[in-house]
């Protein structure tokens, strides 16, 4: 009996030690970036064109240097009126034009003129298996509602 004690608390310590270093786990501290910062401090900069049926292409500019050496992933939200969360997803990076740097990384995503105001990025960079930190830059916080287009 005492053999099966032991080997039931090593499994039960493995199993504990397994899932408290999981990546899955670790937590991400979440802030906001306003436009003077995010440029500033992370070379981040937001831009918008129309994209005909689409509505208005909303995009990130940022080189992986500094903080965004780790980046990890984007995700588009939305909220309603009142703040609360409407959707949420995952953006890809990918060229916003076939002219672009290759050392720039975009995510963008495109929505209907009257909905920009409830739109925002979250950026998010893991930096070790504790967790990360993740901005929301909100796109009325970056463009012009009344004239979002930054680029022709």
């Known amino acids: 009996m005492e053999l099966a ?34 440029k500033e401090k992370y070379g981040i900069t937001m831009h918008a064109r129309k994209n005909g049926d689409a509505g208005i292409k909303v995009w990130l500019e940022f080189k992986k240097e500094g903080w965004l050496e780790n980046f990890t992933y984007a995700e588009l939200r939305m909220d309603d009126h009142q703040g609360n969360h ?14 672009q740097p290759k050392d720039i990384t975009t995510v963008a995503f495109s929505v209907d003129a009257d909905q920009l105001d409830q739109c925002s990025f ?13 901005y929301y830059l909100k796109a009325k916080d970056f463009l012009d509602l009344t004239n979002p287009v930054t680029k022709k």
């Open 86 to 99: 409407l959707v949420s997803a995952k953006l890809q990076p990918n060229p916003v034009h076939h002219r």
């Open 122 to 134: 979250l950026v998010v960079c893991y930096t070790g298996i504790r967790g990360g930190v993740g």
């Open 5 to 38: 004690s032991r080997i039931s608390t090593v499994l039960l310590s493995i199993c504990v030690l397994t899932f408290s270093t999981s990546p899955s786990f670790g937590m991400i501290s979440v802030g906001v970036l306003t436009k003077e910062a995010a």
